[in-house]
């Protein structure tokens, strides 16, 4: 207990858990962004298979209702792919740092404890965060193209 006591208070186990938590937010934060770019592009990229849907009876509703679920289903897959992989890194991390200097296991035992309930509420802050750029992003483009249709007199 007196060893555990003294890696708490130890500053650079401080430090180096903000460092962690510091680039956890940096990556979610990307990977909002990654998300939002990958719709933008999708809105540039594809705008004549997007016109076309349109043409044949699509409306903005529809057109943005499939960007978006593109989009899910690939932050599902990251996510999915993102937590698979943090899970492998994590486990042999562990099972290396047992290990200490002197080649002995260390006292007190490692073990990985995740703090299930502010990933939690991570994941629901990115998603909220991702589907509201997403829809903005999406809303907005289809807006532009109602109003030009509006005022060239097309339905």
Same mark, same amino acid.
């Given at each position: 207990q #007196?060893?555990?006591a003294t $890696?708490?208070?130890d500053p650079l186990a401080r430090g180096a858990l903000t460092l962690l938590l510091a680039t956890a937010v940096v990556a979610a934060?990307?990977?909002?962004v990654g998300l939002l770019l990958t719709v933008v592009g999708d809105l540039?990229?594809?705008s004549g298979e997007l016109f076309d849907l349109e043409a044949q009876g699509s409306t903005p509703r529809d057109l943005r209702r499939h960007l978006v679920l593109r989009?899910?289903?690939l932050a599902v897959l990251g996510v999915g792919g993102g937590i698979g992989a943090g899970a492998v890194v994590s486990a042999l991390v562990?099972?290396?740092?047992?290990?200490? #200097? #002197? #080649?002995g296991v260390a006292l007190p035992p490692l073990q990985l404890v995740p703090d299930w309930r502010l990933a939690g509420i991570a994941l629901a802050v990115l998603a909220?965060?991702?589907a509201l750029a997403? $829809?903005?992003?999406?809303r907005g483009a289809y807006e532009r193209v109602s109003r030009w249709c509006f005022s060239e007199g097309i339905e």
């Open positions: #007196a060893t555990a $890696l708490r208070s934060a990307l990977a909002a540039r990229d594809e989009a899910s289903i562990v099972s290396v740092v047992t290990v200490t #200097a #002197a #080649a909220a965060v991702s997403v $829809l903005l992003a999406t």
